[in-house]
């Protein structure tokens, strides 16, 4: 079992940056492939990207593409989202997940634990 914590949300103007962190206890950390995803007002919680146990393998949705870097660092027990050129429809509340191990690792069903998320605001 794992228990997750994100931080690193805020405000920011569009076009900035923010770097989220998602720390995770248990001494399994290493075992298991990671996601981000992220919630909108009124909208259903979208994937944003992903990160197999080992780092070696990561996939992201097209509207973050080339925008938005997944990585993790299994010595910190920490999986982390840097996000550059902000745009205002990236306005959401983030959540990490962990547990997915099939390659459905766009649906929300697919991992076992989550953390409770953290605002990310972009300003236009």
Same mark, same amino acid.
């Given at each position: 079992q794992v228990q997750l914590a994100e931080s690193g949300g805020g405000? &920011? =103007?569009a076009g900035g940056s923010l770097r989220l962190s998602c720390a995770a206890s248990g001494r399994t950390f290493s075992t298991y492939n990671m996601g981000w995803f992220r919630q909108a007002p009124g909208k259903e919680r979208e994937f944003v990207?992903?990160?197999s146990w080992g780092g070696g393998s990561t996939s992201y949705a097209d509207s &973050? =593409?080339?925008?938005?870097t997944i990585s993790r660092d299994n010595a910190k027990n920490t999986v982390y989202?840097?996000?550059?050129?902000?745009?205002?429809?990236d306005t959401a509340v983030?959540?990490?997940a962990a547990g997915c191990y099939s390659g459905s690792y766009y649906y929300t069903g697919?991992?076992?634990y989550?953390?409770?998320?953290t605002q990310v605001t972009v300003s236009s």
């Amino acid at each position: 079992q794992v228990q997750l914590a994100e931080s690193g949300g805020g405000l &920011v =103007q569009a076009g900035g940056s923010l770097r989220l962190s998602c720390a995770a206890s248990g001494r399994t950390f290493s075992t298991y492939n990671m996601g981000w995803f992220r919630q909108a007002p009124g909208k259903e919680r979208e994937f944003v990207a992903r990160i197999s146990w080992g780092g070696g393998s990561t996939s992201y949705a097209d509207s &973050v =593409q080339g925008r938005f870097t997944i990585s993790r660092d299994n010595a910190k027990n920490t999986v982390y989202l840097q996000m550059n050129t902000l745009k205002p429809e990236d306005t959401a509340v983030y959540y990490c997940a962990a547990g997915c191990y099939s390659g459905s690792y766009y649906y929300t069903g697919c991992y076992d634990y989550w953390g409770q998320g953290t605002q990310v605001t972009v300003s236009s």
